[in-house]
């Protein structure tokens, strides 16, 4: 860890003193990214550009153990290399791959960019782990992170401008490249409280990891080096004060380009475009041709001082700081995005804004080089008076606006889901990609949460095999897309055969596996009609009664607009249930979230030597957790279950059946290295018909969770673990699994024969 500091130590010195010819960032799109930029490339997923996606990618980084890898490193690395503002299409270009691209860093949001880089903060991409992620993934973060703008027109606008006008304004009728009425804002990412720019983050949070300070004369000095005829009131900048370099990142250099660009007592700020859909944010728009210190930017901004000055640690991950500050989950911030008028207002009483603004104004002009006015130092001081005072009645007001907006939040699980979907054509592609993508964000579709699998109903193969990545299911849908093969009708029998073979290779993995994390399972079923043929129906029938006795824990939920026919006969099962669809994807997908959001944990692993089955949970403190052991479990032998908690906390367990009132429930601590046993008996006998349960609860943390099966460092672990002694398990209850084993062997046969035919 020493040379690491070390060699960020004689960066930052080199930074300071190189000549900056030797060094300066180019406008050319870097070699790393072009591939993304070529005229055959097409990035083969278009998942909602929303902070959970960009968490999810960063954390796909970060916990590829041989490339663990600390904020400070992954943030400056990929802002040197990943994050690249300003890049803009050349309309009218066509220019071969081998020679070139049509792209390049012309717009004004790259001069900003180049100061940070250039100046301000130090960094490498080569320390950036590109072999963690694909192509498709790479050019998603560098387009999810890029803040830049698409101005020119692209032939859309009559149906993606709110506000189009069939007569074109009269800067596109003097161009020869028309501006579009509603541009392309690039980097936007949705938030619950607004859309803010990924940029901004990156940037705030790498300049807020940065140890050194420096003054604007030092990087003006530098900045010239080489320049001549520098006059003597360009010298006298602001000997003593220093660069922030977090507000240059994140507020005061923004302010900067707006001086240079709109040098007026009342420039325009502020435009806050919208996006193409709430539920499947793809493309934003802005809703006018101007694009200095939109709405996302200053939020975004806002959010990014913050993190940089007042919640960074060196011991938190950068996956963990965004969720935390972006959620209600994890332990509590001094500061949270819901309050961002509690994080302005104490920047603006820290910061001399008038000030960095003059300063942050000083050091853009000479990296543009030529631009449209000649501003004497005196007027930079007057207006860097009057924008702050715009700036602080705006942002203000922003602020304010999403202070007020109520949290929506999602359903609160009883536990992490694996859910299975099985589609067929009961809406179109795009109203089932908006239903999905809800679904995922409800039921926490992630590394540390729930995990999705999809089957093509109509064919019985998977359009995507069960992952916590949203960013691949998003690219099988692509596929789909591309191909037209979205499903359209349902074979459910030889569907539900593929789910089973799922669940029986799934068994041997989990009896081969240290450590298992419990989950809830379920099965949900898409079927528009409900009808099914006489074939079908026997083979579905064979089908769900085999899931059931080998599988008695996994809930399954039809969906569909006839719940009195052949549907409502397969789920006389009380786990199971039935939801109307209706002609509204929204509204649908709230219903069957209604039934996953009561399923809990499983603790069961029968087929596997009960001696090898070790669960590891972590707990989030004030979230409480349900698991249990279904009937019938219970049926087949007492079961003994231990939870041991280690020292990360203190916890509180309560032990119920299905059928217990919240009132007359038992609990007890659970204290530090402590442990407690309970045997099913007390509450459900073999002989009786009800599932056992129980919830835990983290009351205390020590803040000691680092590793990388943390997803909060207040989380707390517990260990679970269980032995079947015998009961009533008999000859009987050996046969009906044994016959349960049978019947699946016998529908893959059957399966395979149909295959060949």
Known sequence: MQHVKLRFLFLNIWILTF??????????????????????????????????????ILRKIEIQEENTISARILSTSMLHGIVFDGIQRSPRANVDDNLGIPYAATLNKFYKYKVIV????????????????????????????????????????????????????????????????????LGNVKTKWGTISASHLIAGIAAGLQEDQVTFQRVFDA????????????????????????LFATITGDLGEVLVNQPYEHPNIANQGYWNDTFLPRTFYLGSQEWDLTEAEIIGGIDAAIIGKKILTNTMRLSQLLDMYYSEKGHQLEFKVTNRSKSLNYLLDNTNLPNQIYGSTKLLLPIRGNYHFTLSDSYIQQLSELHATLYKNTAKSIANKYDNTEYINEKRLRANLEVIIILDGTFDSYSTQQMLYTLFE??????????????????????????????QIYRSFQTLDREGTWPVTLSLGRSLETALAYYQNRTRIDCTTKALRPFGQALVVFHKDGRLTTADKTRTSRSVETIKQTYP???????????????????????????KSSTNAHSTVTSII???????????????????????????????????????????????????NKDYGDLSICFFTSRTAENNRECQRLTVNSEISFNSGRLCTPDSTCDLQ???????????CADLNCRYPDQVLVVITYTISSGTWTLATSFSILSALIVVLYNFRVSCLEGFN
Not at 453 to 468: K, P
Not at 610 to 627: A, M, R, S, W
């Open 19 to 56: 000549n900056p010819g030797n060094c300066e960032t180019s406008s050319s799109v870097p070699e790393v990214l072009q591939p993304c930029y070529w005229r055959n490339f097409t990035v083969m997923s278009r998942p909602p550009l929303t902070i959970p996606l960009l968490i999810e």
């Open 118 to 185: 250039d100046y301000l903060v130090s960094g490498k991409i080569y320390l950036f782990p590109h072999d963690v992620l694909d192509l498709d993934e790479l050019c998603f973060l560098h387009r999810l992170t890029s803040n830049s703008v698409d101005r020119y027109q692209r032939g859309d606008e009559a149906t993606t401008c709110e506000h189009f006008s069939l007569m074109p304004s009269v800067s596109a009728v003097l161009k020869n490249n028309p501006i579009s009425d509603c541009p392309l804002k």
């Open 223 to 246: 900045i010239h080096m080489h320049k001549e005829n520098v006059t003597e009131s360009e010298k006298l900048i602001i000997n003593s004060t220093d660069v922030d370099s977090i």
């Open 442 to 471: 409800a039921i926490d579709v992630s590394y540390y949460g729930s995990q999705v699998g999809i089957i093509n109903g109509q064919t019985g193969t998977w359009i995507t095999n069960v992952t916590s990545e949203i960013f």
């Open 553 to 579: 824990q996994i809930t399954i939920v039809y969906v569909s607009e006839d719940v009195d026919g052949n549907l409502k006969k397969l789920s006389q099962n009380e786990d199971d249930s039935i939801v």
């Open 594 to 644: 209604e039934k996953l959001s009561v399923i809990p944990a499983s603790l069961i692993k029968f087929y596997c030597n009960q001696l090898d089955v070790l669960f590891h949970h972590y707990l989030t403190p004030g979230k409480e957790n349900f698991f249990q052991i279904h009937r019938e479990y219970i049926k087949r032998g007492y079961i003994n279950t231990k939870f041991i």
């Open 694 to 704: 129980y919830s835990l609860t983290a009351n205390t943390s020590r803040m000691k």
